[in-house]
Structure formats: C-alpha cells, structure tokens
C-alpha cells in the first residue's frame, strides 16, 4: 500500500519556495494516495524559537496546508510534538544511524555555520527524527523540495539498516517525489541561493503573507541581468537569477519553461516582470488571502489539528508495538 508523509518546520516566513516545491503538490497527491501532513514544530526548535511565535506558526503551517487545498476530511493534518511515536521512534533511530552518516549532511553544516560547537544536539540529529516522522507511518512515498534529498537518503539508509540489524522487513525504502518547475525556487535578491524563511532580507523571498503590493515591489526590486529572455532554456544556464523568474512563471502557470520561453523569447524583464507579478497575485495571492482568513479562527485550526493527531498515532500505534517488540521492549 501507498502512503505519503510529508512536513513543514513552522519557524515563520512560509514562502513561494515552500508552496511550490512542496505543498501545492501536496494537494494533488490527495486523490491517488491516503495522504499525512505535519507541522514539524520538533524540528523547530532544533534552533531557538520563541513560544509564542511557535504557537501561532506551527497553526499557520496547517493553515497554510488547508488554504493550498489539503482537504482535512480525507488527509491527515497535524502538529508533530502531539504524537509521541516521532520522538520514540528518532531515538531508536538514533542508535540506527551512525555518525558518519549524518556528518555528511549539508544542511547541517550550513545551518550550524562556522559555529558548530555551539550548534544543538538536536539540530546534528534532525535527519534521524526525519525518519522517524516518515517511517511511524511506514509511509512510501514523500513529497519534498529538492533540499531534502539527501535527508531521504539518510531515512532510506535507515530503514535498511534497522531491516538488516534486526533481519526483518519492517520498514519500506521511502521514494521522494520531487516534481514540478520549481522543486528549488532560488532567492530573488541571489540565485546561488535558495529561498530561504531565514534569509535577513525580506526582498530575498515572497511570502504567504504578501499582498498584491508587497510581491510586485519585492519583483520589481527582483535581481536579473540585461539580457533579454532567450528563446530556448540552454541560453538560461548562465543566468541563475533569469532562469529563477522563468522557473517561477514556469511553475505558476503549469507549464513548461520551454513554453513560458516560447511566449517570451525578446521580452526585456520590464515585460516579464509585470506579467509574472499578475500571475503570482493571481494564483498565489489567493492562498495567502484564505490562510490568513484561517489564522483569524485558531479554535477551527486547532480542532483540525487535534482530530488529525488522533488519526495520526491511530497509525502510528501498531508500528510503534511491532518496532518495540522487533528491538527487545518489553511490552508496558
Ligand atoms: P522546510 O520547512 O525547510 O521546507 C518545507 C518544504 O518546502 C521545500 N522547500 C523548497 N522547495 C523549493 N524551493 C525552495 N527554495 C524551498 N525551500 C523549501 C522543502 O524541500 C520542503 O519540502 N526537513 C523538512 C521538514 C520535514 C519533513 C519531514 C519533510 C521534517 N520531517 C518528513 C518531509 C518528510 C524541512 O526542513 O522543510
């Protein structure tokens, strides 16, 4: 059977990158699969987070899932810490992964910077609690940006692992499912690099919370080059910042960037600029507009959220019992 799991940290700043890489596709993926969305406020506070603030994201991240379209009826939508199987599970796994593998994570060593000794234990161990989320579930298939490759990697490696140490089949090797024109939406003031919700500039990204104003400002100010758009995607593989908007556009409209070029092809960016602002007010205004809409009715948001947690370790349960007896628990 087919499951898809998949997670957002709430740590603020949600952003075009966050729901074009990832949560639109989640919503697509509702009709083919049984479908489980996370706040991952665990992994959230892998670097500091005020409480308050965590709050109010970790709803604004479910908000932000049922706005795009994830139907709570039929999908699971709920807040990681509400569910101990994730925190039991990552510490089984954290005997299961060894350190070499995880000193190879390149998210780690960017998010700790030159200041690694004074990084969290937890922020070294995320990939593990990663697994964990996904294998609880014995989910299959995962929908994720780019970014997160390499975590996959690590949760399929884990898997196998755990499947060779104890001689079982226990858990699946999990497929990331990493589609679409913009599986890694680049920061509009660099494209070496990627829209981040912790980039210091606000110009970098185009939020949820953006309106109509706010993204043509933060697109105008957007950083291209002189050229005019090429005709053909291989004249875009030196113009990191053109190729970013094209991919946007590309994304936005559901098409290809050889279409979006075909329509292009000469326009000067004071042409394309505008035009991609109409499409972004268009198709990603609206989501914004109905998640803050959600944000002014917590309770609504909360009880979605308390439903989907019951549902969720309703899941999680029997794979938590099979995963303690395989490893020698004693049954409490
Ligand atoms: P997070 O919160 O950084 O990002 C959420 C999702 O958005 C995608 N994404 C992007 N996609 C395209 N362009 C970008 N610039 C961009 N930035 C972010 C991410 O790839 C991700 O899919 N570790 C995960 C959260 C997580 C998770 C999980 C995901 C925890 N447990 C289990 C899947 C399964 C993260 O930090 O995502």
Known sequence: MSRIFSGVQPTGNLHLGNYLGAIRNFVGLQKDYECIYCAVDMHAITVWQDPADLRSNTREVAAAYL???????????????????????????????????????TQFKEKAGKNRENASLGLYAYPSLMAADILAYKATHVPVGEDQKQHLELTRDIAQKFNNDYGTDTFPIVEPLIFGEATRVMSLRDGSKKMSKSDPSDYSRITFTDDRDAIALKLRKARTDADPLPDNEKDLEDRPEAANLVGIYAALSEQTRQDVLKEYAGAQFSTFKPALTELAVDKFGPVGEEMKRLMDDPAHVDAILKDGAERASALAEPVMKEVKETVGFLAP
């Open 67 to 105: 706005a795009a379209g994830v139907d709570p009826k039929n999908s699971i939508i709920f807040a990681q810490s509400t569910v101990p199987a994730h925190a039991e599970l990552a510490w089984i796994f954290n005997c299961v992964a060894r350190l070499g593998w995880l000193n190879r994570m």
